[in-house]
C-alpha cells in the first residue's frame, strides 16, 4: 500500500503473520528497554541426496518483518511486515525514525536498498535496489555513503553519499577499491579499508575527501569493527609470508609460514597501531562490543561458548557456554550486561553476560 494516511512511500503491515523460524537479521537497541528486530526469510531444514540434513536461509522479500520489544515489560509492542534491515541508526532529531539498510535476492544477484522507516506510522520511504556494495549509515549528517565496485557488469570504484531526504546520490567520487566501511561518530570520520592492498583510509563523511591513509604492515584478512567511543577500530590480521617464487596449485608458496594471527586495534586519528593480540587459535568470527568499549564478545573456536576479549591485555576468556546459538549475532544494552541473541528456531533471547541466565525467550512468529 502506498501513500495511505499521508505516507510518502509504503504503509508496511502490521497484521500479516511472520513465518515459522524467522532469521533474525538485526539488532538494535534504541534505549534500554526497547529492541528492534529485524528478521527476513525463515530457516528451513533440508535433506539432501545422500541423506544428511542441513539448514538453509529461504530468502522470501514478503516474509521480512522488524519487531519492536519492550525487554522490561517482556511484550511485543509492534510488528511491521514488509521490511527488515541488516544495519540500522536511529535517525538525527526524531524519537521514531530508523535510518536502515535492507537487502534481498533477486534474479540479478543481491541487491541493497537503504530507507528510512517510522515506527510510529510503520512508513517507509526506500531507494529503488541497487548493486551489491558497502554501505555505512552517517545519523549525524542524515545520510548514507554507499560504495559500488561495479555497476551493471562493469568496474566503477565510486564513492557515493546518499541524504536520507532524497535517497539519491548527491556527492560521488572515484576511489580505490573498499571492501569494508563505517562512520566513527567519535572522530566524525569515514573508515574504510581494502583487502588488496591493507590500506586504512580516512575520509570527510560530507565531502568525501580523503583526510589521511595508511597501509598496514600486515594482512588484512576481514572487516573490521568500531570501538565504541574511543575513536579506534579493531581488525583481524596475518603477517604475509615471503614467496619463494612458485605455487602449489592457486597458492602462492611460503619460504616460511604465516607467522602470526590475531587482531590488531588502530588508533584513528593518528593510524598507529596500539594493540596486537595472537587470538586467532581461541576466537573467531565477528566482534561485538560493550557500549564502553572495553570488550568485545564473539564465538569460541570450538564452536560452542562465547569468549571475551580485552584488547589493553589481549586476555581472552571463554564467558559462556551451553547457548543455544553462539554463533548469532549480540547486541548489548547501555548497561553491558543485558544483551540479545537469536536463539532457537528464530526465536529472541534475553540474557544477562554476567551469569549466563537466560532471561526472556521470545518467539518471533
Known amino acids: 500500500m502506498r501513500g495511505a494516511g499521508g505516507c510518502p512511500g509504503t504503509v508496511l503491515d502490521s497484521q500479516a503473520p511472520t513465518p515459522r523460524s524467522p532469521f533474525i537479521t538485526g539488532l538494535l537497541w534504541l534505549d534500554p528497554s526497547?529492541?528492534?528486530?529485524?528478521?527476513?526469510?525463515?530457516?528451513?531444514?533440508?535433506?539432501?541426496?545422500?541423506?544428511?540434513h542441513?539448514?538453509?536461509?529461504?530468502?522470501?522479500?514478503?516474509?521480512?518483518g522488524?519487531?519492536?520489544?519492550?525487554?522490561?515489560?517482556?511484550?511485543?509492542?509492534?510488528?511491521?511486515?514488509?521490511?527488515s534491515f541488516i544495519d540500522a541508526q536511529?535517525?538525527?532529531?526524531?524519537?521514531?525514525?530508523?535510518?536502515?539498510?535492507?537487502?534481498?535476492?533477486?534474479?540479478?544477484g543481491w541487491r541493497n536498498q537503504v530507507g528510512v522507516v517510522d515506527l510510529a506510522s510503520g512508513c517507509l520511504r526506500s531507494s529503488d535496489p541497487f548493486a551489491e556494495g558497502v554501505v555505512a549509515i552517517d545519523p549525524g549528517t542524515d545520510s548514507f555513503v554507499v560504495s559500488r565496485g561495479q555497476d551493471n557488469g562493469r568496474k566503477v570504484n565510486a564513492l557515493e553519499r546518499w541524504e536520507a531526504k532524497a535517497?539519491?546520490?548527491?556527492?560521488?567520487?572515484?576511489?580505490?577499491?573498499?571492501?569494508?566501511?563505517?562512520?566513527?561518530?567519535?572522530?566524525?570520520?569515514?573508515?574504510?579499508t581494502s583487502f588488496a592492498n591493507d590500506t586504512i583510509r580516512l575520509r570527510d563523511p560530507v565531502t568525501l575527501d580523503e583526510r589521511s591513509a595508511k597501509t598496514l604492515p600486515?594482512?588484512?584478512?576481514?572487516g573490521f569493527s568500531l570501538i565504541p567511543g574511543r575513536g579506534q577500530i579493531a581488525m583481524a590480521f596475518e603477517t604475509p609470508c615471503t614467496p619463494t617464487g612458485s605455487t602449489v596449485g592457486e597458492h602462492v608458496e611460503c619460504r616460511e609460514p604465516v607467522q602470526e594471527h590475531g587482531l590488531l586495534v588502530v588508533n584513528l586519528e593518528s593510524l598507529t597501531e596500539l594493540h596486537r593480540s595472537q587470538i586467532a587459535p581461541e576466537l573467531e568470527g565477528r566482534l561485538t562490543w560493550v557500549p564502553d568499549g572495553s570488550r568485545a564478545f564473539a564465538p569460541c573456536a570450538n564452536g560452542h561458548e562465547l569468549c571475551a576479549w580485552t584488547p589493553e591485555t589481549g586476555e581472552v576468556r571463554r564467558v559462556?557456554?551451553?547457548?543455544?546459538?553462539?554463533?548469532?549475532?549480540?547486541?548489548f544494552a547501555s548497561d553491558g550486561d543485558t544483551y540479545a541473541t537469536e536463539g532457537a528456531e528464530g526465536s529472541l533471547e534475553i540474557r544477562s553476560m554476567?551469569?549466563?541466565?537466560?532471561r526472556w525467550h521470545v518467539a518471533l512468529h
Do not use: C, W
Open 90 to 108: 536511529p535517525r538525527r532529531g526524531s524519537q521514531t525514525e530508523l535510518l536502515v539498510l535492507d537487502g534481498n535476492y533477486t534474479d540479478h
Open 34 to 52: 526497547t529492541l528492534i528486530v529485524g528478521v527476513a526469510g525463515r530457516v528451513i531444514d533440508e535433506t539432501s541426496p545422500d541423506g544428511s
Open 167 to 192: 535517497l539519491r546520490p548527491d556527492a560521488t567520487r572515484s576511489v580505490p577499491r573498499i571492501d569494508a566501511m563505517s562512520y566513527d561518530p567519535h572522530t566524525n570520520l569515514l573508515v574504510t
Open 320 to 331: 559462556q557456554a551451553g547457548m543455544t546459538n553462539v554463533a548469532a549475532r549480540l547486541a
Open 218 to 222: 600486515v594482512r588484512v584478512r576481514e
Open 354 to 358: 554476567a551469569t549466563g541466565a537466560l
Open 54 to 64: 542441513h539448514q538453509v536461509l529461504d530468502v522470501d522479500p514478503h516474509s521480512s
Open 66 to 83: 522488524m519487531f519492536v520489544i519492550d525487554v522490561v515489560q517482556q511484550k511485543i509492542q509492534r510488528v511491521f511486515r514488509g521490511a
